[in-house]
C-alpha cells in the first residue's frame, strides 16, 4: 500500500480519509462470509422445513431426530404420498409438527400451466391432510414447488397465482438458507453441513429448506448437526403455525414470505 503524505491533507479531510481507511481495512481482515448474526438483539429464530414428503423410511427417521432433540419442524408434503403413507402424516401431526400443502402433481410444467391447475392440485393436496388428520382446516401456507418465482413456470401464470394465494389469506414461503441436498440425487451429509453452516446463522430468522424424501438420507444424517449447531449459535426452533407478526414482517422484508 503507498505511504500517505499526511502533510499535503488538510486537518479535516486527513481525519475523514483516516476513517474511511480503517473501514475498509476492518472489511479486508475479517471475511465478510464469518459474520453471524450473534451480533444481533432480541430473539434468533429458525424454522426447519421439509418439501417433497411423506416417504416410508426417511420420514420417520427425521421425526424420530426432531424428538429426540426437542425440535418440531414444518412439512410441506405431496398429496400423493399422503394418501400412500398415511400413518407417517399421523405420527407428524401426533407429533406437534406442521403439515402443510406442497402439491399434488410434482411435474412443474403441467403444476404451472394454468392458475385453475394449480389452485386444483392445491385443494385436492389439502384434502389429502385433512382426511389422514381428521381436521378439517383450510390451506394457510404453502411452498410452491422450485419456489414463488422458479423459472420453470410461466412468470405470468406464476405472478397469477401468488396474487390469488394472497387474496386467499394463504401466505406462500420460500427459504433463506438451503441446505443443498436437492443439488444431487444424493449430496453427502458433510457437504448438507457445510452449506448451512455457511449460509446459516446470518439472519434474525431463517427458514431452511430440506427435503425428506427416501433418497434423502443424508439429509437425516446431517440433521443433528445442523439442530445442534443452531442452539450453539442461541437460535429458538418453531413451527410456521407459531410465527408472531413481527417474525413474518421481518421475513416479508427479506423476500422470504410473499416474494413479489
Known sequence: MPTLR???VGGGKMKKLKGFILIILSFLCVPFWNYKVDAVEGEKLVYLTFDDGPSP????????????NDVKASFFVVG????????????????NMDIYPHCNNHTYKELYSSQDFYFNDLSKCQESINKVTGKNVGCTFV???????????????????????????VDYVDW??????????????DIIEANVNSGGCKYQVEVLLMHDLDNKSTTTEALETI??????????????SEMEPWEKQYLENIRVINRR
Request: charged share 35%; net charge positive; hydrophobic share 35%.
Open 6 to 8: 499526511v502533510n499535503e
Open 57 to 68: 423410511n426417511n420420514t420417520n427417521r427425521i421425526l424420530d431426530v426432531l424428538k429426540k
Open 80 to 95: 400423493k404420498n399422503v394418501e400412500m403413507f398415511p400413518e407417517i402424516v399421523k405420527k407428524m401431526d401426533k407429533n
Open 143 to 169: 411452498r410452491m414447488p422450485g419456489g414463488s418465482d422458479n423459472l420453470v413456470g410461466d412468470r405470468e401464470v406464476l405472478a397469477s397465482i401468488r396474487n390469488k394465494l394472497l387474496k386467499k389469506g
Open 176 to 189: 433463506n438458507v438451503d441446505s443443498g441436498d436437492a443439488t444431487a440425487i444424493r449430496v453427502a451429509a
Open 227 to 240: 439442530i445442534n449447531e443452531y442452539k450453539v449459535m442461541g437460535y429458538k426452533f418453531k413451527t410456521l
